[in-house]
């Protein structure tokens, strides 16, 4: 049909008839790979460098590795170490790499010259590589999900505008100044945590490596518990993964097992310091520097009663998902979906990629839209999955091709708009509304969306 098609069609319709089809999908992500390699050479070579934390990261590190495992007694510049035991692991490493060279051995800082301008450049030249890895695994999930939409045997006209969309989706993944700015000139520990979060989230949608993927999933909370905000969607998957509590709880011990091996040193000595410092849910962060709730009075930002509604908020949304979740799960397949069942019916369940990583992303989205406060560098927690969850929440079989290109236009200008927020500085009433405003947007979708199919195709579930 489409070869008919071309012959009556401007040469610029056959190339956007052409280029849709799955044979260049790999040549565009190579491109958008090649463009990412480039575009964060050049920042690293043309825009200076911005301390932050890392001089406060080189000093939590150092007081580690002399000796120090009372984490009350860990600080740096910008306060006491908040960060599980694998962010020293990990900055340790980094820090050695820094100061392969002896010329900056003579510090008067007692960092061993880890904070040299030679040093952190050699530091972001790490981060770029970071970076640029995280992009190809966070495009390799976009496109296995784009492998699964082609599928759906939608009528072609349709086909076509929902991949150029998705595309365009993978292509707004890459444009972001704010994310640039958290990998290559900042060198956060949330860009590690995430990196290490995408790969597990390859390993579970993509491989059906749960364990594998559980080691690595809690490898990223150890350096960064914001991670857990992907917890109760991985909790939902793992219940359906294995079908049994028993299942589930051995790969909830492979996450436990990897926190306390991590953690033994601090564990041993001083245990109530650890946890209490390294997974401080009770913190208390400045007002000056939010994003998302700038419009609040600074009184109202602070105090526990909005903390305790924030939180309602969350586990209630949480709940209203996890039913909307829990039902399509029975809908598609009946009992043999719910893991409540007979030791003689359980059998392991291949889970469909899209269901995957779409339920690990709106977990997640649900923490980040209710979080107290929501920094610069946090934007990296979330901006990855925002094309994917509005895409996913949008685009049906029974969708025109022009309903799918204004529906994607409509996730372009909410996109923006938090990307916008995130880079004005400091942040306004206006800004944090604007961002509050594309949270909402984005929440209305996904509580209007169907579920993605559950199961892989060889079980023939349709979705709902």
């Not at 966070?138 to 999900?145: D, I």
Request: proline share 4%; net charge positive.
């Amino acid at each position: 049909r489409i070869r008919h098609l071309t012959k009556h069609q401007p040469s610029v319709m056959n190339l956007y008839l052409k280029l849709a089809q799955p044979s260049f999908d790999t040549l565009f992500v190579l491109i958008l790979i090649v463009v990412e390699v480039i575009l964060a050479t050049l920042i690293v070579i043309r825009v200076p460098y911005t301390e932050i934390d890392w001089v406060a990261y080189m000093q939590e590190v150092t007081t580690y590795q002399n000796g120090e495992r009372d984490y009350a007694n860990i600080r740096g510049d910008t306060g006491p170490l908040v960060y599980p035991a694998g962010f020293l692991y990990l900055y340790g490493w980094l820090k050695s790499v820094a100061t392969k060279s002896d010329l900056n051995k003579d510090d008067p800082l007692g960092l061993d010259g880890s904070t040299s301008p030679e040093a952190v450049r050699r530091i972001q030249w790490v981060f770029v590589v970071c970076y640029v890895f995280n992009c190809m695994v966070v495009l390799a999930l976009y496109q296995k999900v784009l492998q699964r939409l082609r599928q759906r045997g939608m009528q072609s006209s349709t086909s076509i505008a929902m991949v150029w969309c998705w595309r365009i989706g993978m292509g707004l993944t890459c444009l972001s100044k704010r994310i640039h700015s958290i990998f290559v000139l900042r060198l956060f520990n949330d860009a590690p945590s995430m990196i290490l979060l995408h790969v597990s989230m390859y390993l579970f949608a993509c491989c059906d490596a749960w364990t594998l993927g559980c080691v690595v999933f809690s490898l990223a909370v150890s350096i960064k518990m914001n991670v857990l905000l992907f917890a109760p969607g991985l909790l939902l998957l793992l219940l359906q993964k294995n079908q049994s509590l028993l299942g589930t709880i051995r790969h909830l011990s492979v996450c436990a097992s990897v926190q306390l091996a991590l953690g033994w040193p601090f564990l041993t000595t001083y245990p109530i310091s650890y946890v209490k410092k390294a997974f401080e849910f009770d913190r208390v962060f400045f007002f000056m520097w939010t994003v998302n709730w700038k419009f609040l009075p600074e009184e109202m930002f602070v105090s526990k009663p909005w903390a305790l509604v924030l939180l309602l908020c969350h586990l209630g949304t949480l709940a209203l998902l996890a039913k909307k979740w829990w039902a399509a799960s029975l809908s598609q397949k009946g009992e043999w979906m719910c893991w409540m069942k007979s030791k003689s019916n359980k059998q392991s369940v291949r889970l469909s990629p899209e269901y995957v990583i779409y339920t690990m992303f709106v977990s997640n989205y649900i923490g980040i839209v209710f979080a107290r406060t929501l920094h610069y560098q946090f934007y990296c927690w979330y901006f990855y999955s925002l094309p994917m969850m509005h895409l996913m929440a949008t685009i049906t079989s029974t969708m025109s091709a022009t309903s799918i290109f204004l529906s994607t236009i409509a996730t372009i200008v909410a996109i923006f708009g938090g990307e916008y927020a995130f880079n004005v500085f400091p942040a306004t009433e206006q800004s944090s509304m604007i961002l509050q405003i594309s949270h909402a947007f984005l929440m209305l979708r996904i509580f209007q969306s169907n579920v993605p199919t559950i199961a892989v195709d060889d079980r023939k579930v349709k979705l709902t």
